[in-house]
C-alpha cells in the first residue's frame, strides 16, 4: 500500500473552511462560526486509503477551554502548537511546518506529501519535496489558492476541498439563525 505524510496549517484550513461553508449557506461575506473540522475524517478522506506514515497538525495556541488540539492529537496527528504574538498574530506557524516537511523529507524514503494549505510560503518544502523524489499534493480551498499560481503549479496536483467538504467537517450549533417572527 502507498504512503503519505499528512502536514496541515490549521488556521488556513479552519479560517478558508468557515468562510466556504458561510457561502454555502448564502452568507456572501464573513465565515461560520458553527463549522468545525472533524479530524478524524480529515485524516482518513485527505489519505484516500493511503497509509498514513505520519500526521502533522500546526497552529497557533487556543483558548485554554478549548479542546481543539486534544481533539486532534486523538485522531492520529502529532500537534504542534506556537504562542500568538503580543497583538495576537501567528508566529512561527509557517515555519515550523516548513521544518518539520523538511525533516520528514529528508529522513525517510519518498512517498506522497499531502500539505493542507494553498500558502505561497511552502512553495521552498514543496521543491525540496519534488527534488528528493516525492510527489506532493496541495490540498486547499479554492479560494485560499490561485489555480494559476506559483504554488498551485509547483505541486505535483491540487485537491480542492470545497470537493469533500461535506466530509471534513461538522456543524457545532445552528448559524445563521433565521428569526421567523
Known amino acids: 500500500m502507498e504512503e503519505c505524510v499528512i ?6 484550513v479552519w479560517i478558508e473552511g468557515k468562510k466556504f461553508s458561510a457561502r454555502e449557506k448564502g452568507i456572501k461575506t464573513g465565515d461560520d462560526p458553527s463549522w ?3 479530524f478524524g475524517k480529515l485524516l ?29 492529537k486523538k485522531q492520529g496527528f502529532d500537534v504542534i502548537v506556537h504562542d500568538r504574538n503580543a497583538v495576537g498574530k501567528e508566529k512561527a506557524v509557517d515555519t515550523e511546518i516548513v521544518a518539520q516537511g523538511t525533516e ?14 494553498g500558502d505561497r510560503d511552502f512553495i521552498p ?14 490540498w486547499a480551498f479554492t479560494n485560499a489558492f490561485k489555480e494559476n499560481g506559483e504554488m498551485a503549479q509547483t505541486v505535483t496536483r491540487i ?8 466530509e471534513i467537517g461538522r456543524y ?9 417572527h
Do not use: H
Open 7 to 12: 502536514i496541515v496549517d490549521n488556521s488556513n
Open 36 to 38: 468545525r473540522i472533524d
Open 44 to 72: 482518513s478522506t485527505v489519505a484516500e486509503k493511503r497509509m498514513i506514515r505520519k500526521a502533522v497538525l500546526v497552529g497557533s495556541r487556543p483558548p485554554k477551554e478549548d479542546s481543539i488540539w486534544n481533539a486532534a
Open 104 to 117: 520528514i523529507i529528508c529522513t525517510t524514503p519518498p512517498c506522497v506529501l499531502k500539505l493542507l494549505s
Open 125 to 138: 518544502l514543496i521543491r525540496i519535496a519534488t527534488n528528493r523524489g516525492w510527489e506532493t499534493e496541495m
Open 159 to 166: 485537491k480542492p476541498l470545497d470537493q469533500v467538504f461535506n
Open 172 to 180: 457545532e450549533f445552528e448559524w445563521p439563525i433565521i428569526d421567523l
